[in-house]
């Protein structure tokens, strides 16, 4: 039974099988009542921990009741059990219990001890939840026993010991027993010093924090470590007063968080000695992992004071030094989001579109980054990034975003919950946030869950608006029917208006209504019926019916008075209190205004003084219960506070709603109701019942007045500074149409009180508000004394009046009037009013925070009221130098007041230049706090150094204007009385940028760089005055624009930097027009008029002349910049305003472009063109298909442009166009055969026109011409080039080379067109050559005329030696040797010649070089892949000339030459040409074109920096062909070996294309690395580059050679499965390409496709062959056999896919690989029959191979000179000879396994009798007809011929490679020895067998040597000599040595 019960817990505890647990405790309860095991309690204990893994709460406890009852002793057993129950229990105290009495076990024994340590890790586990402030105090007493049991026990885990100290002091400090957390940490601490060293910061920032040790012992440690240091600098900054109170810190104390973070830049050396041991005199260094904790946590306090500086430098630190790890990486992700949003100044109320893409931006990396931390398991990194995103999240946290972050919000909470975070009060939030979200979204359920876990988590301060928020949704929960209270009945109706929609056509004041009637049944409808006014219409006149309404209104809303009264005296008016509320908020946010007064009135009745906070009950310091400092039951009355806040937000509301009463009646706050001034209406002022509404309407703006000044008290109260603060918002902003009218005296008392409400908060509440609230008052109290001596200082401010001519008029009336004593008492009043606003922005915790706006009308308002007082300004300015101890405030103020003096006497600085001067030092030195004063200051400074003429003050006053633009806008929001608006702001910018532009100009003296900028400069003001929707601004900052671009506009490179900026201007012109906004509201002096000048300038209108210029120019702009997208609007419009004349056609054109390109109609303009001329219809027809992208549009321009050439002095034109129209029918998939019509049609023309046409074409034909043939490259082409002799023009030779490459293109390429079309192309290009030369014969006379006659040269090797000291063009010219190339070897070292250079360039024969070059590339393409190497030569000669000298592109020529040297070394003829030996200098990169390179660049940069909206790629991406050029010059540098050439030309080529984004160059570029890479074996690096490579795509050549890249680069890796990538790489490419295939994209170039995947199935089958191939034969298994045998039927295929390409030569070698693959194969089997048939297979292919070579070959031949057959080697001779070597030696091993089998069988004759020999030939089988072994037998027959004729051929063939010289020695060898086999083979044998050499004169049954020699006679009689054979085939290599050596020796 113990057995089994042990099986069934231990199956239980393996698979988690609660079942099984059941089935054990079933029986362990049989076995207790059976008494039938003894080992039982063992098994309670073992049963219940495993109920404990499981979750089965109930098995444990009946298990450890069980146990228990058996009254154990006090073992390791019963330590087990107890800990066991201990995590059973679900209070913490008896959990604890248990826990405790576990370890007093343990501790009696030492073999228990360890059953210490692990009760405190469950105990510590218990109390986490305990952890929480105002928590803690249940942990102490249990806590302490624990850490004194694991320090009686001597646990040795310090690290854990630590950890439990830290948190009891945690605990000790938390329940307020300081004293006693005071001593234990000072005894604990030498325990953490000794023990755990890297606890002890934790353990000081402790004491640091709560104050635990002296200030002086705490410093004197920091002084030993700069950990310490560090740790106890923060924490003394995080204890600084501004920290406590509202989370910043002062300018002082962010500038220490900068020494914090250059002290640990100091602190880099690491060092791993401990705590201990350094000497207390030297400061510890830090180690790394320290110091990157100490930066995060500098980088959270710099980001907690929105100092985001020292966040990014740290972050910056932390990721240079890269010592951070997974977590801590994560949390610098988190900051660097965080400085993201402080850098785009998001705040918290900022809801645009820019802040809220933003937001969601960095929310979702935040997210991210959670889930990141989640999976790490890193609860710290958890914490930080849920923090961060809180923060992140608050701008989200509204209703229209809210959904937004729903589900980030969910995560964060799951993931806090998740780690038991003690963030509770995010915690809190979060889920009230959700709580919200799901209400929203109708999921109630869900948000009561979140709301009951938020009450959880709430400390007390959120426990109203929880309980409140929870009690609704609950009532939204429950049953309609079961409500049966009228307050329950009220809330539900409010909730269901409140959750109508806006949009909803629903109305919903009936429910609102009716919710009013059930909280009031009968005073609510009487109160409603105050705002009926449908009586009053009955009365005759307006007065009586005004005045009934004012007097129906008064006696409806007396009778709410009695409302408590009526009340039963059982009803919690705090309910009723909140209902009400309730109410009046729904309808305020419904905009049902009767019902919110009424609501209003019913709430406000509860404001009886019932609620009234003492202040010894307000807790003044924290406003969260419990917190430090805090005295027990200052929050006792925390409900009271929360009532009277609801009280004053009721106030608010129906103050706002009587406003709205006022506004209804067409009156606003605090003004007078106005009679109308119609003399119908028959009242006056006087009437009785305008009286009665006059007072009614007064009364309502005194309640609305009275309840804002009502909340403000009701704040003060309860010590609510926001309250205050919103009451001072409220009165300032609906007293704002006051305030302009200049009505300060009616609102002194008003704002006399809220001055004081302010005084009596910290900071003054809102420092500005109050400083504008003590200005106002000011104001009101001079207002009489102004309106007596002098103009209204008050109304000139509010409306915008310049306070300098204000004040002077003041002045000047003010000295003559007397003063009286009760003016001069207010004037003193207002006096100390300015000096108490002065004091709030000088003061030190609010001087930081309070924007200079609100400084600039005080101190306006006191120099005025000094003037009122003839006081003295500088003798009274002490008392601020006394209060203000900021010294650059001090200067700011001093700066505003001599402003406001120096605007006062302008004549004063007209001949004052040093005092100008002086002053704008002083405001440089000056730290200015608000962005919109400073920008006025300097202004007004910049013009009045420009009225003197001072440039270098003007740029120095406006770049520091200029630098305030953002800042200047966001501080426009940061003040309630806004004395500037973004329109004012804008226009003062504009001015300043128009001043800096002008002053640039006066200061660039010719310098660019400087008038670019000034022209930037300017165009910004425009842009500013376009903001500030201000023409006249706008028209004037054009101007100056136009005025200073006009000498820039004549160069075509800055013209083109003018078309963006002219384009803005037109806009913003267009833009202000519309508008019509003349009104410039930029204070101060303005910059000087100005107009355009030029042809327009008598225009009337300015503007309109400005606009007409800068259409011309701008149209300019675009033709060149072909920008026609966004140029179509303004061309039609500058057509349309635009006369008819010749500068029409243009703009006429680019618009038909941009039609074109946009897709709209074209046919109207194109008629206006007809009488342009045929060619330009048709020019423009030609131009449009480059700028249309649908076909059939392009279809029909190509027509039309073909059409509308008619006439014959058009027909060259015609013939291009027709060539440019077969290529596009050919690559766009028409019909080849439409393509080659078109073709052929233009040939006709070329061919047919007389040369006499063509005079004007540029041809450099010639009179006389040789008439030399070139039959000896064009085999039996000569009678062609006969009938082409005549045609002397080169631009007709060019246009018909191209015609003919294109007529071999679009043809099949097993066609003879293909190759024919070639060869004339050839044709065609000897011809150019032979017309170069004639024409050059003149040019070479001049030049010989000047240079000494040479002595002519006879012999060959003097040529040679002739023609290699011939340079190119660069070098000096030579007289023209007119002996043209006849042969191959001539044209190898030929080298076009400098006349003949001279003459290509200066005929202009050959307009569109680039197409020319592109031409004849493809041409010696089509060549090469035809083994023409030999026919390529005039081909690269040709292209290396016009690259050369034409398009003088060094790099592109070096490309031809480094072929022409490629071409000769495949020729066998290297030495030959003069270019090898200037290969090392082909190869280079040129220096010119690097360094042009580089100077682009650098352009680039330094105009990107000019212009940072331009984008330069566009312009320098036209040299993107010079790095192209380096890559195809880096592929010929690869395959000449020349590597490190090719590494630097891709290393510069891939440079230059990612930085002009040019993906096409750089895919190649990482290409060619890659292949370098694979020559240097680093395949890996080659895979790598390869990847990149494939990131940027390409077309399907580019895909084909990157697969055939990557197969080469995987197979070098070596791996074990890299046969499989290789297959996996293979088809995937593969597949792409049938797609294509298949899809018809390429149906002109399907040979080309179908070439490309025959390839990578022959590549493939190789590869696989290959990986078999490198096993061992007796390691194939049938999957290799299967392998090979689908490689080989791969391989035979590709060889037909060839063939039927006619690509004999891949044919060929698709062949060689199948038939090496048969033999693979061959010897996989030991069958016989098997094996002889994959042999026979084999043979059959490479016989195939050799045949289809020798057709390659002989065509290749045929076309060579007779006398060059035998001496020139081509590629295609080489390549025979291999086959030939190959075919060889498959032969031979097919005559080897005869051999062998003949041997064995002899072997086994020797060994029987001649009777068995004769009865074995006797019974011996005849083979079958056509069997294997028939074929066998034949085929081995003819084998040896096969082998002896190819070794023959190959010997024959004059070689100079050594490896096939070598190899057909070899085989020759090997031959002899299998024809001796033949002879006689067990003799043979015997001779080779050295480790037996008696074996064949033993009498082992060996015949006699007459024996043999009978044999051989017997057998002479049925098989062909082979001796005379063998001597035949040895005679013919002995004379082809022998002629070897003659040619040696006597050369040609």
């Known amino acids: 039974m113990e057995r089994k019960i042990r099986k069934l817990l231990a199956d239980a505890s393996e698979t988690k099988d609660p079942r099984a647990l059941e089935s054990a405790f079933a029986l362990m309860k049989s076995s207790a009542a059976a008494r039938a095991c003894r080992n039982l309690p063992d098994m309670y204990v073992v049963c219940a921990e495993t109920a404990l893994q499981l979750g089965c709460v109930e098995t444990g406890a009946a298990c450890l009741k069980m146990y228990f009852e058996w009254n154990p002793p006090e073992n390791l057993l019963t330590c087990r059990a107890l800990l066991a129950q201990g995590q059973l229990k679900g209070d913490f105290k008896e959990a604890a219990v248990c826990f405790l009495k576990a370890v007093e076990i343990s501790k009696k024994e030492p073999r228990y001890h360890f059953m210490v340590f692990n009760a405190s890790v469950l105990y510590l586990k218990a109390a986490h939840p305990l952890l929480h402030p105002n928590k803690c105090f249940h942990v102490v007493p249990s806590l302490k026993q624990m850490v004194q049991s694991l320090e009686e026990v001597a646990e040795q885990d310090y690290s854990w010991r630590a950890e439990l100290i830290m948190h009891l002091v945690r605990c000790l400090v938390d329940s307020g027993q300081l004293e006693e957390a005071a001593s234990y940490a000072k005894i604990k601490e030498d325990f953490f010093k000794t023990h755990t060293p890297q606890k002890y910061p934790e353990l000081y920032k402790l004491m640091i924090k709560h104050q635990l040790l002296d200030d002086d012992l705490l410093l004197k440690a920091s002084c030993q470590n700069t950990m310490l240091a560090v740790i106890y600098k923060m924490e003394k900054l995080k204890m600084c007063s501004s920290w406590l109170e509202n989370g910043n810190l002062l300018t002082e104390d962010l500038q220490k968080l900068e020494e914090i973070f250059y002290l640990l830049m100091e602190c880099r050396q690491t060092t791993t000695t401990p705590v201990k041991d350094i000497n207390p005199q030297i400061p510890t260094p830090l180690l790394p992992s320290q110091r990157v904790t100490l930066l995060l946590d500098l980088a959270a306090l710099s980001l907690h004071v929105k100092h985001q500086k020292v966040a990014a430098d740290c972050l910056r630190e932390l990721k240079s030094a890269g ?417 302009e009218a200049g009505e300060f005296q009616c609102l002194l008392p008003t704002f006399q009180r809220l001055v004081e409400m302010l005084q009596a908060t910290k900071d003054y509440g809102n420092p500005a508000l109050c400083m504008s609230l003590c200005n106002a008052v000011a104001r009101g109290l001079v207002q009489q004394l102004s309106e007596r001596g002098g103009p209204d200082l008050a109304s000139a401010e509010a409306q915008g009046i310049d306070e300098a001519e204000m004040g002077m008029e003041m002045s000047a009336s003010i000295h003559e009037a007397s003063l009286n004593c009760a003016a001069l008492q207010d004037a003193e009043k207002a006096l100390k009013m300015c000096e108490l606003a002065v004091n709030i922005f000088s003061s030190r915790t609010t001087g930081d925070t309070v924007p200079a706006a609100a400084l600039e009308p005080v101190m306006t308002t006191w120099v005025e ?31 505003l007041v001599e402003m406001l003096q120096s605007s006062m006497n302008p004549k004063h600085l007209e001949s004052a230049g040093p005092r100008v001067s002086a002053l704008v030092r002083t405001a440089s030195e000056c730290r200015w706090s608000d962005a919109v004063v400073e920008l006025q200051v300097w202004c007004r400074l910049a013009a009045l150094c420009y009225k003197i003429a001072d440039h270098s003050l003007v740029l120095c006053c406006t770049q520091k204007a200029l630098q305030l633009e953002e800042a200047a806008l966001k501080s426009l929001n940061t003040t309630p009385c806004l004395l500037f608006d973004p329109a004012a702001v804008n226009e003062m910018l504009s001015t300043a940028a128009s001043l800096r532009g002008l002053s640039l100009v006066c200061e660039s003296s010719g310098d660019p760089s400087i008038y670019r900028e000034a022209l930037k400069v300017l165009r910004s003001g425009v842009s500013f005055a376009e903001k500030a929707g201000n023409l006249d601004s706008c028209v004037t900052a054009a101007g100056h624009f136009w005025n200073s671009c006009l000498p820039l506009a004549k160069n075509p490179e800055e013209r083109r930097q003018l078309k963006e900026p002219l384009e803005g201007i037109l806009t913003a012109l267009a833009h202000t027009t519309r508008h019509g906004n003349m009104q410039n509201k930029v204070r101060g002096s303005v910059a000087p008029g100005a107009k355009p000048n030029g042809k327009y300038q008598h225009d009337d209108d300015p503007a309109l002349a400005l606009r007409a210029a800068m259409y011309e120019l701008l149209v300019s702009i675009h033709t060149e910049e072909a920008d026609y997208g966004g140029a179509l609007q303004l061309l039609n419009r500058a057509i349309t305003d635009m006369p008819h004349t010749r500068h029409q056609l243009p703009l006429l054109k680019d618009r038909i472009f941009l039609k074109a390109r946009l897709g709209e109609s074209i046919e109207l303009d194109m008629e206006t063109l007809k009488g342009e001329g045929e060619e330009c219809c048709s020019s423009v027809w030609r131009q449009i298909v480059l700028l249309t992208k649908d076909t059939n549009q392009q279809l029909t321009c190509y027509q039309r442009a073909i059409s509308s050439l008619t006439s014959t002095e058009t027909w060259w034109c015609k013939a291009d166009i027709l060539l440019e129209f077969g290529r596009w029918l050919y690559f766009h998939n028409f019909p080849r055969e439409e393509a080659q019509q078109q073709i052929q049609c233009a040939v006709d023309i070329l061919l047919t026109q007389e040369p006499a046409e063509a005079a004007d074409s540029g041809s450099v034909a010639e009179t006389s011409l040789p008439t030399e043939k070139h039959a000896s490259l064009l085999g039996g082409h000569g009678s062609f080039t006969r009938s082409v002799s005549g045609l002397k023009e080169v631009c007709r030779l060019n246009l018909l080379v ?384 299967q392998r090979l045998t689908a490689a080989c039927q791969t391989l035979e295929e590709s060889a037909g896919g060839f063939t039927k390409l006619s690509l004999h030569s891949q044919a060929a070698e698709a062949h060689q690989e199948c038939s090496h693959g048969l033999g693979l194969l061959a010897s996989c089997f030991t069958h016989q029959e098997q094996k002889r048939r994959f042999l026979l297979q084999g043979f059959s292919h490479m016989q195939l191979a050799v045949t289809l070579q020798e057709r390659v070959a002989s065509e290749a031949r045929r076309l060579l000179p007779l006398e060059e057959g035998h001496d020139l080697s081509l590629p295609a001779d080489r390549r025979l000879q291999h086959l030939r070597l190959c075919l060889a030696e498959f032969s031979l091993d097919m005559l080897e396994e005869h051999c062998e089998e003949e041997m064995c069988q002899a072997l086994a004759r020797a060994k029987i009798t001649p009777a068995e020999v004769a009865l074995q030939e006797f019974t011996r089988s005849t083979p079958e007809p056509n069997s294997t072994e028939q074929e066998w037998v034949r085929a081995v027959r003819t084998s040896e011929q096969v082998a002896q004729s190819q070794l023959a051929a190959v010997s024959v063939q004059p070689s100079d490679n050594v490896e096939i010289t070598a190899r057909c020695l070899s085989l020759m060898g090997k031959l002899q020895r299998l024809l001796a086999v033949q002879e006689e083979p067990t003799c043979v044998k015997a001779l080779w067998d050295r480790r037996t050499p008696q074996s064949c004169s033993g009498s082992g049954g060996f015949p006699t040597a007459e024996q043999n020699s009978e044999k051989a006679s017997d057998s002479s009689e049925d098989k062909p000599s082979l001796a005379s054979a063998t001597s035949a085939f040895l005679q013919t290599h002995e004379q082809f040595k022998s002629s070897s050596k003659d040619d040696a020796k006597n050369p040609r």
């Open 865 to 895: 009221i000094k003037r009122l007082l003839h006081q003295p300004i500088d003798s009274h300015m002490d008392w601020l130098k006394r209060k203000c101890k900021n010294p650059d405030v001090l200067v700011m103020v001093q700066v």
């Open 323 to 739: 010592e951070a790890n997974m977590e801590q990486s994560i949390i610098m992700e988190c900051f660097s989001c965080e400085i993201n949003l402080l850098e785009k100044g998001v705040k918290i109320n900022d809801d645009t579109r820019a802040s809220i893409e933003a937001c969601l931006k960095e929310v979702k990396k935040l997210d991210r980054l959670l889930q990141t931390a989640v999976k790490k398991s890193s609860p710290w990194a958890v914490q930080v990034v849920c923090n961060t995103q809180w923060r992140c999240y608050q701008p989200l946290l509204k209703p229209k975003f809210r959904k937004f972050v729903k589900n980030s919000l969910l995560n964060m909470a799951r993931a806090l919950e998740q780690i038991q975070s003690k963030l509770l009060e995010m915690r809190c939030q979060i889920h009230s946030e959700m709580a919200i979200t799901e209400e929203e979204e109708g999921s109630l359920e869900a948000s009561l869950a979140h709301l009951q876990k938020a009450m959880l988590l709430d400390d007390g301060t959120q426990e109203e608006h929880l309980s409140s928020a929870l009690q609704l949704l609950r009532l939204r929960l429950a049953p309609s029917k079961t409500l049966t209270r009228p307050e329950d009945k009220a809330a539900l109706l409010m909730l269901q208006a409140k959750e109508r929609r806006p949009q909803s056509t629903t109305d919903s004041r009936p429910t609102l209504v009716s919710a009013g009637l059930l909280l009031a049944p009968g005073d609510f409808q009487t109160v409603l019926e105050a705002d009926n006014t449908s009586k009053r219409n009955l009365l005759p006149g307006l007065a009586a019916q005004l005045a009934a309404k004012a007097q129906h209104h008064s006696t409806s809303v007396q009778k709410a008075g009695g409302h408590l009264a009526r009340q039963s005296k059982d009803i919690d008016g705090a309910e009723r209190l909140k209902l009400w509320a309730r109410l009046a908020k729904t309808a305020r946010q419904q905009e049902v205004w009767d019902v919110c007064r009424a609501a209003c009135r019913f709430c406000l009745l509860y404001d009886d003084g019932r609620w009234t906070v003492s202040e010894t009950k307000m807790c003044k310091g924290s406003k969260k219960r419990g917190a430090p400092g805090c005295p027990d039951g200052c929050c006792g009355r925390q409900g009271h506070v929360y009532t009277m806040r609801l009280l004053a937000e009721v106030y608010f509301v129906d103050a706002e709603a009587t406003i709205q009463l006022l506004l209804a009646e067409g009156v606003k706050l605090n003004s007078p109701a106005v009679p109308p001034q119609d003399p119908s209406v028959g009242f006056t002022e006087e009437d009785p019942h305008w009286v009665i509404y006059r007072d009614w309407i007064q009364a309502q703006s005194d309640r609305a007045t009275s309840s804002f000044l009502r909340a403000g008290e009701l704040g003060a109260q309860i010590q609510d500074q926001d309250v205050i603060t919103n009451t001072a918002v409220y009165l300032w902003n609906y007293n704002l149409h006051l305030m």
């Open 1298 to 1681: 191209q015609a003919h490459v294109l007529l071999a293109v679009n043809s099949d390429k097993s066609s003879q067109e293909h190759q024919l079309n070639l060869l004339r192309a050839h044709t065609f290009i000897l011809q150019i050559w032979q017309v170069l030369t004639s024409a050059a014969c003149p040019v070479s006379d001049e030049m010989a005329k000047s240079r000494p006659p040479q002595t002519p040269v006879s012999d060959t090797r003097s040529k040679k030696k002739k023609v290699k000291n011939l340079t190119p063009a660069e070098d000096k010219a030579a007289v023209l040797d007119q002996t043209f190339p006849s042969t191959v070897k001539d044209w190898t070292q030929y080298v076009c010649p400098d006349p003949v250079r001279q003459a290509f360039r200066t005929s202009n024969s050959i307009s569109k070089q680039t197409q020319s070059l592109f031409y004849l590339t493809l041409l010696e393409e089509e060549l090469l892949a035809l083994s023409l190497h030999h026919l390529t030569l005039p081909v690269l000669h040709l292209a290396e000339t016009i690259a050369h000298d034409i398009l003088e592109r060094r790099s592109l020529s070096d490309i031809y030459r480094l072929k022409i040297v490629r071409t000769c070394l495949q020729l066998g003829l290297d030495s030959s040409s003069p270019y090898k030996e200037k290969l090392l200098d082909l190869s280079r990169i040129q220096e010119e074109e690097q360094m042009h390179f580089r100077a682009q660049l650098l352009l680039r940069e330094t105009w990107s920096s000019l212009y940072k909206g331009l984008n330069m790629n566009a312009d320098l991406r036209k040299d993107a062909c010079v790095w192209g050029h380096w890559v195809e010059k880096a592929e010929l540098c690869l395959s000449l070996g020349l590597h490190q050439s090719a590494r630097q030309h891709l290393a510069e080529a891939l440079q230059a294309a990612l930085e002009f984004g040019d993906t096409v160059t750089a895919s190649r570029s990482l290409l060619g690395l890659a292949a370098l890479a694979c020559k240097g074996q680093n395949h890996q690096l080659a895979l790598n580059l390869l990847d990149e490579a494939q990131s940027r795509g390409g077309n399907a050549q580019f895909w084909y050679r990157l697969t055939l890249m990557r197969v080469s680069a995987t197979v070098g890796c070596i791996d074990h499965d890299s046969q499989t990538k290789v297959d996996a790489i293979i088809k995937g490419c593969r597949e792409a390409l049938e797609t294509y295939l298949v899809g018809g994209q390429g149906d002109n170039r399907i040979q080309d496709l179908e070439f490309m995947i025959t390839s990578l199935n022959k590549r493939g089958a190789v590869e696989d062959i290959r990986a078999v191939r490198a096993k061992a034969a007796e390691t194939l298994g049938a999957d290799a056999v």
